[in-house]
């Protein structure tokens, strides 16, 4: 169903409520026309909203229905799967010149995980219905005994229950071995022929950071799938694409961190994950951790392998492959001790990927590496490696290079204390920059927000006061307006708090977007019917326009038309890029202009006559149509331009364009508005040069102020900002903290997995924050 049916709808509105406004007028005069504009806008535009949804929500998306399509959009999505996972094996060493498969990376070994953990082997390669995939040959039960990182990738592929779960203790290098399978699967999907090539899933990573358990777990990793990569977000095939590609079959699932869900909840989290039968699925968890959730329902018909401890000769060999040849004598007394002393409490600390890397990276001298190797010194495996997580921060902080910044390693190290604090009580492992609002209390940001909701209008009402001499007219003083502005930037605040963080499922109601449309349509039916009307039915004006913007707004935004909008108007570049963001919020655009139309030309025609009437209505209805248009389409497009996975600052910075253009486009509505409004009244009574004056001077005041607030509410790195300079004035952060997590990614203390920081190691992380409160 095409835009056109809702334009029809909106004129037959339009149409009916101007008729019924000028037959009142002629019975009961113009206060009760207005009066009866605001209450039957009220009633029809909650109609008209849900008229326009049930017709959006039922358009045909254009389907992906030929097997070349959707090799593009998969191979697209490949490619970007493939340069994240691969930037992050180079960050954490997990691969060099001689690809994954390179002498210097320590091998992974596996074996079958007995214990009461899952199933037998049998019932894993017998039951369920998933095909090898091209080039690999079906599983069997032997194949699951023992075997490494090649054969984890063949089990994968072949396994016919397309279950599989990866277990092992801290630091045993689950993540590690998940990166590199993801990357084989990827480079075996990309040797194939495109025939073949359709039918073999693109396999993402992901952790379960937001996933609750009582929500199916399609849904959300749809959800995170689309929100992480930009190919998904192009909006030609709607926004379910990734919905329907995992139903299909065509993405593989491995989730990362299953222990790090509250210990609660994992128990219902694996009863979801064993309810879903449409892609395949490699859970990556803690031994423990999973062992103490399966009474709740195991997974059935996985194959769950356990990660061997690292042999004390493989961890000897490794070590010796990264010196030179002969190795300096303290490491060579370390690779000796590895090899002649298997059962020493340093050889024993070694059994871990993580920390053989740990000591290979540590930059110890001669004296603190045989100090290692005193029993006396370090009699516990556990004191070995707890020395070694703690050389991370002072080597990483040591390190000489003009693209860092100059900490000190005793602040980094209070600093990240709290944050790994700030993490472990919240049960993740994942630092989401835009939730950390939550660590300082809600009553300062709604303070701060009241503040500068009174400076803004003190400022607004003192600008427009300059305009007295230029004719007669009543304006409040920079006092009345800086205590309403202190009211409003309350109301703003609580709704910024409160307002949530959108998702990407358009068809949820979107109380944000409703609530940012209805306060812009009602101050601008207040400032257009106020002075010609009086309050009372002004109010009732603005009231009903509000109501009718929200619920509209509230259905519409987010779902723009069935088909391709870039295809629809015929441009390219950043023309069109607009005219794309345009047609894609063409549906609220409508929505918050018939409303607003109706809500300031009747009740204004009725008094100034049909003419300001038909001004007022075609000036505000065009400004609010272009103005919200833009946002919607905007919001919804914007993070498809993106060339690259989101991370953390790119994150921010799309944050920080998407507010301000929400906030210029918002404040241009309002201002014009109030402008053309204030121009029409002045020149029932002043000359037009006049008239323009003051209309000019009241948009570009009111326009700024409310420009700045809408920006501030919409925006997560404003809410973020604060919490920041909250906590550097209580020493627990600096005060530009996202370019110290910025810089510690790069000294390799923290990694990137799309918009998330996450410590380099669970295990740094649990060393940093228990003794920090």
Partial sequence: MRGGVLVGLAVVVLAMVAGLAVVVAGVGGETMAAVVVGVVTGVLGPALSAGAAWLWRNRRWREITSAAEAGRVLDGLADEVRAQWREEARVRRLRDAGGPAA???????????????????????????????????????????????????????????????????????????????????????????????????????????????????????????????????????????????????????????????????????????????????????RTAEFAAAVPGGHLRDAAALRLRPVPPRAAADYLARWQVDPAPPAWRRVIDRLRDAPDSPFARALSSPLAVTLLRDARLDDAEMDALLDADRFGTAAAVEEHLLDRVLPVAYDRADHRLRAYDVADARRW?????????????????????????????????????????????????????TFGERTTAGPGPAAAAGLVLGFALGWAAEYRGRAGTRPAAFRPGMAAVAGLAVGMAALLTVGPALGPWPALAV??????????????????????????????????????????????????????????????????????????????????????????DGRSGALPALLPTVIDPVTAWRHDVRRSVSIGVVFGAAVGGAAGVTDAIIMASHETLPVALGVGAVTAVALGAGTAVAAALTVSDAWRTAISFGLLWLRGEAPLRTLRFLEDAHRREVLRVVGPFYQFRHATLQDRLAPDRV
């Fill in 542 to 631: 603005a009231g009903g326009a509000a109501l009718a913007t929200g619920g509209a707004v509230g259905l519409t935004s987010g779902n723009g038309p069935g088909w391709s909008p870039r295809r629809a108007v015929g441009r390219s570049g950043r023309t069109g890029a607009v005219a794309e963001a345009f047609v894609r919020g063409l549906p609220t655009g409508l929505a918050t202009a018939v409303p607003v139309a109706l809500a300031t030309g009747i009740p204004l025609g009725l008094r100034l006559g049909a003419v300001a009437g038909v001004c007022e209505a075609l000036a505000t209805g065009l400004a609010f149509l272009v103005a919200f248009a833009l946002i």
């Fill in 416 to 468: 990240l204390g709290r944050t790994a604090a700030r993490m472990s009580a919240a049960g993740t492992r994942d630092l989401a920059w835009w939730r950390t609002h939550e660590w300082t209390p809600r009553a300062a940001r709604v303070l701060a927000m009241t503040v500068v909701g009174g400076l803004l209008a003190a400022a607004a009402a003192a600008l427009v006061g300059t305009v007295d």
């Fill in 103 to 285: 002498a210097r990376r320590l091998g992974v070994r596996w074996e079958w995980a007995a214990g009461g953990v899952t199933g037998r082997p049998e019932d894993a390669v017998a039951a369920g219905g998933f095909a090898p995939l091209a080039g690999l040959s079906a599983t069997t039960a032997d194949d699951l005994r023992e075997g490494g990182l090649e054969e984890l990738f063949r089990i994968y592929g072949g396994l016919a229950s397309g279950r599989m779960v990866v277990l092992g203790g801290p630091g045993a290098g689950k993540t590690a071995a998940g990166v590199l399978t993801v990357l084989r699967a990827l480079e075996h999907r990309r040797g194939l022929a495109e025939a073949e090539r359709g039918g073999v899933p693109v396999p993402v990573l992901l952790t379960p950071y937001g996933w609750d358990a009582r929500r199916p777990l399609a849904d959300w990793v749809a959800e995170r799938l689309t929100r992480t990569y930009p190919v998904l977000r192009a909006g030609e095939h709607g926004p379910d694409t990734a919905r329907r590609l995992l139903a299909e079959g065509h993405v593989a699932v491995f989730l990362d961190g299953f222990d790090e869900m509250a210990p609660r909840t994992r128990a219902a989290a694996l009863r979801a994950i064993d309810e879903q039968a449409d892609f395949r699925i490699v859970l990556l968890a």
